[in-house]
Nanobody
Framework: QVQLVESGGGLVQAGGSLRLSCAASGTIFSINVMGWYRQAPGKQRDLVAAITSSGTTDYADSVKGRFTISRDNAKNTVYLQMNSLKPEDTAVYFC??????????????????WGQGTQVTVAS
């Protein structure tokens, strides 16, 4: 089965940087979209950044100019470079992947996969 394994979380002071990595493993021929979501205590899970197989990116307004998402298609890996971190960036960060699938009658669809989450804590 497909699994997403995250790494790179930790504790950093405000203004510092972290780089998150997420590697997808299993029987994978392609991944339509890979991205990062985050969830702070008592808050909903929100999109941080996403990237398509063609390289199109999308960012939450709160991280534009500070975070950069990238992917290595050959390794089925997505990265999130986080610079100028702020205390409000503190959250559990989850990797997400949308992987193509086909129904028995031939309809093309996709399956969602999630990582276990990695804690990012930014100290003021």
């Amino acid at each position: 089965q497909v699994q997403l394994v995250e790494s790179g979380g930790g504790l950093v002071q405000a203004g510092g940087s972290l780089r998150l990595s997420c590697a997808a493993s299993g029987t994978i021929f392609s991944i339509n979209v890979m991205g990062w979501y985050r969830q702070a205590p008592g808050k909903q899970r929100d999109l941080v950044a996403a990237i398509t197989s063609s390289g199109t990116t999308d960012y939450a307004d709160s991280v534009k100019g500070r975070f950069t998402i990238s992917r290595d298609n050959a390794k089925n890996t997505v990265y999130l470079q986080m610079n100028s971190l702020k205390p409000e960036d503190t959250a559990v960060y989850f990797c997400h992947a949308l992987i193509p699938a086909t129904t028995p009658w031939g309809r093309k669809t996709g399956s969602d996969y999630w990582g276990q989450g990695t804690q990012v804590t930014v100290a003021s």
